[in-house]
């Protein structure tokens, strides 16, 4: 009978595109926790964990180093942690799997604007090449609203910061986040964040409220509508129209999207618009998932 080499802390959570990485928990928790919308760490206090005890963990895969060419870095936004503290913790990776080729984190804007140009570079050079970070909107007033600690400059800078070090990145716009009352400013800044900082990837997801529709709206700082299915096929055209993007990989598949868009912007860009078009003459149609599923 086989048995995983290390223990998670639980609940562990990674991408969608990160599902055959090792993953390697070098924090706890999320260093902001404090987003409307996000219940992912709600039940951990977040920490660093010890040194010792991620090297430790590391090593427990020795027998497997061949095999392993991806490693994703745990919880939320280790990125917050000292730049040396990342590089020894980078270092120990690149030795002990000789054939890792990528490793990435979460992240999010600010803590990437914290960092030093020449510190995103050494952590570039050393192996941390993808970032995926959750934009979840553009538009300040909502990231104010779902209490995220963003606004529109920070998160361009962040972006576009991580990118001139040499960093790739995946980003996340929910749709709906903003509800019904700020559904236009949403779209149409969402898309701008995207156009000024061009990123790899990016991909929407549709806002899932695990505790309860009340329960999001009481942390919602203002008046939360929540938006039809024709309403979020509708927000999301809008922002499709206004996205003027070279070759982004974009994926709309996520479990919570009932639309599923697979391509790339600009290329792919009429065919998602007529796809979305579609979907608001005929939302009950074939090309439309059944049924809303949860999870992150």
């Known amino acids: 009978m086989y048995t995983f080499p290390i223990q998670y802390h639980e609940p562990l959570f990674r991408p969608p595109s990160e599902g055959r990485s090792l993953i390697i928990q070098i924090t706890l928790g999320c260093s902001w926790n404090k987003c409307s919308f996000c219940e992912m760490y709600t039940s951990k206090s977040f920490k660093a964990r010890k040194e010792e005890d991620v090297f430790t963990d590391i090593e427990a895969f020795l027998p497997h180093a061949d095999q392993i060419t991806k490693v994703f870095l745990a919880d939320g936004d280790p990125l917050v942690l000292s730049t040396p503290r990342l590089l020894r913790i980078l270092e120990k990776l690149n030795v002990t799997f000789p054939k890792l080729r990528r490793i990435s984190t979460y992240a999010s804007p600010s803590n990437l604007a914290r960092k030093s140009m020449a510190d995103l570079i050494l952590l570039r050079e050393n192996g941390l090449n993808l970032l995926y970070v959750g934009i979840e909107s553009g538009d300040s007033h909502v990231l104010e609203a779902i209490q995220k600690g963003e606004t529109y400059q920070t998160t361009i800078n962040g972006l576009n910061k991580s990118k001139e070090a040499g960093m790739d990145s ?96 600009g290329k792919d860009k009429q065919r998602f618009l007529q796809q979305i078009e579609e979907a608001i003459q005929n939302p009950s149609g074939d090309n439309i998932r059944t049924q809303m599923n949860s999870g992150y």
């Open 170 to 265: 995946s980003v996340m716009i929910i749709n709906g986040v903003g509800g019904l009352n700020l559904t236009e400013q949403h779209a149409i800044n969402s898309a701008k964040v995207l156009n000024a900082t061009q990123p790899k990837f990016a991909s929407t997801l549709v806002l899932t409220a695990h505790k309860g529709l009340e329960h999001y709206q009481n942390r919602y700082l203002g008046e939360f509508i929540e938006l039809t299915n024709v309403q979020l096929f509708q927000e999301m055209k809008l922002f499709m129209e206004h996205l003027e993007l070279k070759e982004t990989i974009f994926r709309s598949d996520h479990a919570s999207n009932r639309l599923v868009l697979k391509g790339s912007l």
